[in-house]
T-cell receptor, first 112, second 114 residues
Framework: KNQVEQSPQSLIILEGKNCTLQ??????????LRWYKQDTGRGPVSLTI?????NTKSNGRYTATLDADTKQSSLHITASQLSDSASYIC???????????FGAGTRLFVKA | DAGVIQSPRHEVTEMGQEVTLRCKPI?????LFWYRQTMMRGLELLIY????????DSGMPEDRFSAKMPNASFSTLKIQPSEPRDSAVYFC????????????FGAGTRLSVL
């Protein structure tokens, strides 16, 4: 069964600290993996997208990694800011179309 | 470009009423998607269009749901009759093509069915 599991479910960190969010998937055949940031009351915004051959992708203070062998991805946030408070959603696509499996998301709270 | 535009932002209706949600994709984007998001189930793909043609509607929950895309700049998602369990945030997204596959989301319509 195609599934995407994210951990932790929620996370509280202090401003300026780093954090890492995890995504494990059992999706086949794999096409790509995306991380989205969703602010409260807004639509998701794409942070990174990685295909099978890519194992690292950065977008500013956000760095995503992908291990296609173990079917794991992580999103690392460096020097967190209050504006990083949001839900982070891992999404895996199946080859051959737009069939996508969404993770439940990790809710990140950054405190001053 | 103003991005993906959805209307209304909020909709409150009574059970049994017809609800129509609207979406204007980003100009030049060939693909349009409708999603539903709830606390219990997260984000779910309902249907997507390519060049105004519905490609995959396997996510549409019931016959009460229907979606149309009469032209490249407009799509609707209709629920008739609405039920309380349809309460959710409905997102529309668009993307230029399959290869890049970065979807741009609208702000969503928060639907409450009483």
């Amino acid at each position: 069964k195609n599934q995407v599991e994210q951990s932790p479910q929620s996370l509280i960190i202090l401003e300026g600290k780093n954090c890492t969010l995890q995504c494990n998937y059992t999706v086949s055949p794999f096409s790509n993996l995306r991380w989205y940031k969703q602010d409260t009351g807004r639509g998701p915004v794409s942070l990174t997208i990685m295909t099978f051959s890519e194992n690292t992708k950065s977008n500013g203070r956000y760095t995503a990694t992908l291990d296609a062998d173990t079917k794991q991805s992580s999103l690392h946030i460096t020097a967190s800011q209050l504006s990083d408070s949001a839900s982070y959603i891992c999404v895996v696509s199946v080859t051959g179309g737009f069939k996508t499996i969404f993770g439940a998301g990790t809710r990140l709270f950054v405190k001053a | 470009d103003a991005g993906v535009i959805q209307s209304p932002r909020h909709e409150v209706t009574e059970m049994g009423q017809e609800v129509t949600l609207r979406c204007k994709p980003i100009s030049g984007h060939d693909y349009l998607f409708w999603y539903r998001q709830t606390m219990m189930r997260g984000l779910e793909l309902l249907i997507y269009f390519n060049n105004n043609v519905p490609i995959d509607d396997s996510g549409m929950p019931e016959d009460r749901f229907s979606a149309k895309m009469p032209n490249a700049s407009f799509s609707t998602l209709k629920i008739q009759p609405s039920e309380p369990r349809d309460s959710a945030v409905y997102f529309c997204a668009s993307t230029p093509g399959l290869a890049k596959n970065i979807q741009y989301f609208g702000a969503g319509t928060r639907l409450s069915v009483l």
